[in-house]
C-alpha cells in the first residue's frame, strides 16, 4: 500500500488481513508497514531480512546516520505457493536450506543418510564460504565483512548465498530474476555464484538424485 513519505512509490507491507471497502484506506494506511517507520533503529548496525511479495519497497532504505545496513530481500515471484503465516521458501531457506531443497523440488521421500550426507555438506559450505567472503572484500560493501564476523549473521548472509545461486542453478527459474532473492547493498555475481556456493548446490542435487533439474556446470 502507498502513502506519502520517503520512497513512498514503493508503498509498504499490509499487517492486517481486513479489507472491508468503507475502512480498506484508513486500514491500511494505520496498520501498513513501511520502509521509513525502521529509521529510527539504523541509528546502529542493522540486518534486515524481508519476506514479502513487495519487499521492494525497502530495496532503497538507508541510514541517515550512516550506520551499517544490510536488507536481504525475498524474489518478487515465488515457485512455491506463499503461506502468509510461515513466509515463502525464501524464510525457508535462510532457516533450512537442505529441507527448503527438498520442498522446492517436492521431494517427500528422503532417507536419513541422504539428510545427513546433504548437512555434512552444508557444514563444509559454511565453512569454505566464510574464507571466500573474508577473501572477497575488494569487491565486497564493507558492511559484509563486518556482519560476517558475527556468527549468527555470517549464516544468514551464506544462506542467502545457497538460496541465491540454487534459484539461479535450477531449470525452471534459471536466469529469470524475478526468482531470485535480492541484498541490498548487491552482492557481486562472483561471489553469489562462487564455485563454493555452486558445488554444495550441485552436491545436493546428486545426492538426492534431482541433478536433471538443475543447468550444465558449464552454463551457470
Known amino acids: 500500500y502507498k502513502r506519502q513519505g520517503i520512497n513512498a512509490e514503493y508503498g509498504g507491507l499490509i499487517m492486517s488481513s481486513k479489507k472491508t471497502e468503507v475502512l ?14 525502521l529509521l529510527p533503529f539504523t541509528r546502529k548496525p542493522l540486518m534486515l531480512i524481508i519476506d514479502s511479495d513487495n519487499a521492494v519497497a525497502f530495496k532503497h532504505l538507508t541510514s541517515p546516520f ?10 518478487q515471484l515465488s515457485l512455491v505457493e506463499r503461506k502468509a503465516s510461515r513466509g515463502s521458501e525464501f ?20 532417507s536419513n543418510d541422504q539428510f545427513t550426507k546433504a548437512n555434512e555438506s ?43 545461486t ?24 562472483s561471489v553469489v555464484l562462487h564455485d563454493e556456493v555452486c558445488t554444495c548446490v550441485f552436491s545436493w542435487a546428486n545426492i538426492f538424485r534431482v541433478t536433471d533439474s538443475f543447468i550444465d556446470k558449464s552454463d551457470k
Open 66 to 75: 550512516g550506520a551499517p545496513l544490510i536488507c536481504l530481500l525475498s524474489p
Open 166 to 189: 540454487f534459484f539461479h542453478l535450477l531449470k525452471s527459474s534459471h536466469s529469470k530474476r524475478e526468482y531470485y532473492p535480492s541484498a541490498v547493498p548487491a552482492i557481486p555475481d
Open 24 to 37: 480498506e484506506q484508513q486500514t491500511q494506511l494505520t496498520t501498513s508497514f513501511y520502509a521509513e517507520d
Open 122 to 164: 552444508l557444514n563444509a559450505y559454511f565453512g569454505s564460504i566464510r574464507k571466500v567472503l573474508a577473501a572477497s572484500s575488494q569487491s565486497l560493501e564493507p558492511v559484509y565483512t563486518q556482519f560476517i564476523e558475527d556468527e549468527i549473521l555470517f549464516h544468514f548472509i551464506a544462506k542467502f548465498l545457497l538460496c541465491h
Open 91 to 110: 524464510t525457508y531457506f535462510l532457516n533450512s536450506p537442505v529441507s527448503a531443497f527438498c520442498q522446492a523440488l517436492g521431494l517427500t521421500k528422503v
